[in-house]
């Protein structure tokens, strides 16, 4: 059992390591900005190819975090009660509901709004006048979103640490603080310092 537990533990961290898709595509959209170029069909086009092509790797990494998260539930001999009476377990698993259900609010309706306005963007002249600010709504409003999913992955690795090693409940909530503001410094800027 030991064995199979740090196997999945292996796994479950490594999905966790995956899981810094927002923190990735927030720096990206920020960088976007300090280019400061305007809307244009080479550079807004690739940068929409990534977010895009991101997501439906998300949903795979999702999917192998709840498989993992469930068995290790089982092989750790936590018991599938505590899945809804243990505080850090209930968290995590809300978290990563929430973040599937943002996630698919973005890749089949926020991202799809997107496309047909960046299909107005042709390679040979410049963008129509009024389609940067239509763009720029729908953009802030899926930046938004992934500075929430951020805080949710944060939030469900502080209680997944939690569960491990048990520690103090103050401690836990104090780094769930600290993760809401770090979430809302990297939605806000760059993060050229990583940290600031
Ligand atoms: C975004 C989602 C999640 C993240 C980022 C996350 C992250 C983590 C991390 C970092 C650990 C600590 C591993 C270690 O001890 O080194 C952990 C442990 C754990 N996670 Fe998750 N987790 C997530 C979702 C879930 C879900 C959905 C479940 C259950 C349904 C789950 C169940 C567990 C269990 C049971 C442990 C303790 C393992 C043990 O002590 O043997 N996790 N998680």
């Not at 609010?105 to 963008?127: C, G, N, T, W």
Request: aromatic share 14%; proline share 5%.
């Amino acid at each position: 059992m030991e064995e199979w537990r740090g196997f999945l533990l292996v796994v479950h961290l490594f999905s966790t390591l995956t899981m810094a898709a927002p923190f990735y595509m927030l720096v990206v959209v920020n960088e976007r900005a300090r280019f400061g170029a305007p809307l244009g069909y080479f550079t807004d086009r690739y940068m929409e190819n990534i977010i895009r092509n991101n997501a439906v790797r998300c949903f795979i990494f999702q999917g192998t975090m709840a498989v993992s998260g469930l068995a290790l539930t089982y092989v750790s001999g936590y018991g599938w009660g505590n899945l809804l009476t243990y505080p850090p377990l209930v968290v995590k698993w809300v978290a990563l509901l929430t973040l599937t259900g943002l996630l698919s609010y973005i890749h089949f309706s926020l991202q799809p709004r997107i496309e047909v306005l960046m299909s107005r963007l042709k390679p040979d002249s410049p963008a129509p006048a009024d389609l940067a600010p239509q763009i720029s709504t729908l953009r802030r409003r899926r930046k938004r979103l992934s500075g929430i999913c951020l805080f949710l992955v944060l939030t469900a690795l502080v209680m997944g640490l939690r569960v491990t090693f048990s520690f103090n409940m103050y401690l836990a909530v104090a780094l769930v603080i600290v993760s809401a503001l770090y979430a809302w410094r990297v939605y806000k800027r760059p993060v050229s310092l990583g940290w600031i």
